[in-house]
């Protein structure tokens, strides 16, 4: 399958400070990019969908001033978590689509792991 | 009541029964059902993609969707070792490619 490549794969960080994390898709350009969050023994939680060129949309509950997520190219999203408390400590994973008029050809990244300390 | 259900687990196995994972759901919209497999800190990774109603086979896996009873089966045969993972459901609605929803997936170890 398609890979798609996220860094760092953990992190930690201070609290307050902002922390980057890159998603590129290796071999297929991605007009449309996913960002999640999952939280032990818990369902991922789609935070956001980036378009190419476009402003991501958010879902309801995420704070879009607190996740930054820009999406320049066809093959790089990233998402920076700015301000960064305890509380935002979890597992992140992005995806891409290698055609977005199926769920088949969506492909994950490995995940980042964010603790804030 | 959540969109989609799944045991957690955990779920012990010796090597070589067969396991069987299941989902239900509240959404009738769904129309698309997938089966992924998340390794330890990794992302997950795709097992099974089915539409609608039926039974899909694949190797050691199966999968099979009841809609009338909105319940999902992913069925492993001759376990292995190598198939202890986080098995997560996950399912979207009529345009294929739209939002997916996730259970909260089973962990499963096979044990030698």
């Known amino acids: 399958g398609a890979v798609v490549s996220q860094h760092p794969s953990r992190v930690i960080c201070k609290s307050g400070t902002s922390v980057k994390i890159e998603c590129r898709s290796l071999?297929?350009?991605?007009?449309?990019m996913f960002w999640y969050r999952q939280f032990p023994k818990k369902s991922l939680m789609l935070m956001a969908t980036?378009?190419?060129?476009?402003?991501?949309?958010?879902e309801q509950g995420v704070e879009k001033d607190k996740f930054l997520i820009n999406h320049a190219s066809l093959t790089l999203s990233t998402l920076t978590v700015t301000s960064a408390h305890p509380e935002d400590s979890s597992f992140y994973i992005c995806?891409?689509?290698?055609?977005?008029?199926?769920?088949?050809?969506?492909?994950f990244g490995s995940g980042t792991q964010l603790s804030v300390l | 009541q959540k969109e989609v259900e799944q045991d957690p687990g955990p779920l012990s196995v010796p090597e070589g029964a067969i396991v069987s994972l299941n989902c239900t759901y509240s959404?009738?919209?769904?129309?698309?059902f997938m089966w992924y497999r998340q390794y330890s800190r990794k992302g997950p990774e795709l097992l099974m993609y089915?539409?609608?109603?039926g039974n899909k086979e694949d190797g050691r896996f199966t999968a099979q969707v009841d809609k009338s009873s909105k319940y999902i089966s992913l069925f492993i045969r001759d376990s292995q070792p190598s198939d202890s993972a986080t098995y997560l459901c996950?399912?979207?609605?009529?345009?294929?490619?739209?939002?997916?929803?996730f259970g909260k997936g089973m962990k499963l170890t096979v044990n030698p």
């Open positions: 995806s891409a689509t290698q055609d977005s008029g199926t769920n088949e050809k969506l492909f």
């Open positions: 071999d297929f350009q991605a007009t449309t």
């Open positions: 980036s378009n190419e060129g476009s402003k991501a949309t958010y």
């Open positions: 959404n009738s919209a769904f129309q698309y």
């Open positions: 089915t539409y609608s109603s």
């Open positions: 996950a399912m979207s609605g009529l345009g294929g490619s739209e939002k997916l929803v």
